[in-house]
């Protein structure tokens, strides 16, 4: 059974605009959630992290929101550039176990 | 920056053949994992190590089997391979305690024939 789940498999968003890619989960155990890119023929590389006692984290053009009463995590993008264009996974950590989404793949036209 | 290697990058193999695929990492990380990953599907987790001569199968059930024998390498072998087996593998790697990001290699994309 998937914990951690990413419905929208694809997104477009202009360039300039704001790009938001969700993820939901059902263990409301997890303790710390991160948000992935992942570019064609390379692995996952670390973008954002929030600790489950935090709502919102920022780092530069990106934001990491936690909502945790409708277990609901999401990543702002904003401006959105062309080099933004990847799949974004989300996880979720529990103990040592690391529980990933499907990916959305983001493009952003420029 | 991450320095963790997988090799080869792309391997396209005939059925039935043992394969190896190489990871490493020299940042001392005790813990590293097994993914497998097919196009549009979530990282399914297939072994991990907490540390050297500790080996754990993950998730999904595979056919194939690792080894940590030093703390920087965590090789994965397929004994015989089969179609099924194509998808693409990724190693990565982090520290035993605290919550802290898993850094990924670049992976290796397997065809098997």
């Known amino acids: 059974d998937q914990q951690v789940k990413q419905n929208s498999p694809s997104l477009s968003v202009q360039e300039g605009r704001i790009s938001i890619l969700n993820c939901d989960y059902t263990n409301s155990m997890f303790d710390y959630f991160l948000w992935y890119k992942k570019y064609p023929a390379e692995g996952p590389t670390f973008l954002i992290s929030?600790?489950?006692?935090?709502d919102k984290n920022e780092d530069g053009r990106f934001t990491v929101f936690l909502n945790k009463s409708a277990k609901h995590l999401s990543l702002h993008i904003v401006p959105s550039q062309p080099g933004d264009s990847a799949v974004y996974f989300c996880a979720a950590i529990r103990g040592n176990q690391f529980y990933f989404g499907t990916g959305t793949s983001l493009t952003v036209i420029p | 920056e991450a320095d963790i290697y997988q090799t080869p990058r792309y391997l396209v193999i005939g059925t039935g053949k043992k394969i190896t695929l190489e990871c490493s990492q020299t940042?001392?990380?005790?813990?590293m994992y097994w993914y497998q990953q097919d196009p549009g599907m979530e990282l399914h987790l297939i072994h991990y190590?907490?540390?050297?001569?500790?080996?754990e199968k993950g998730d999904l059930s595979s056919e194939s089997t690792v080894s940590r024998i030093r703390t920087e390498h965590f090789p994965l072998t397929l004994e015989s391979a089969r179609p099924s087996h194509t998808s693409q593998y990724l190693c990565?790697?982090?520290?035993?305690?605290?919550?802290?990001?898993?850094?990924f290699g670049p992976g290796t994309r397997l065809t098997v024939l």
């Open positions: 940042m001392g990380h005790d813990k």
């Open positions: 190590s907490y540390g050297v001569n500790s080996t």
């Open positions: 929030i600790s489950s006692i935090k």
């Open positions: 990565a790697s982090s520290y035993l305690t605290g919550l802290n990001e898993q850094f």
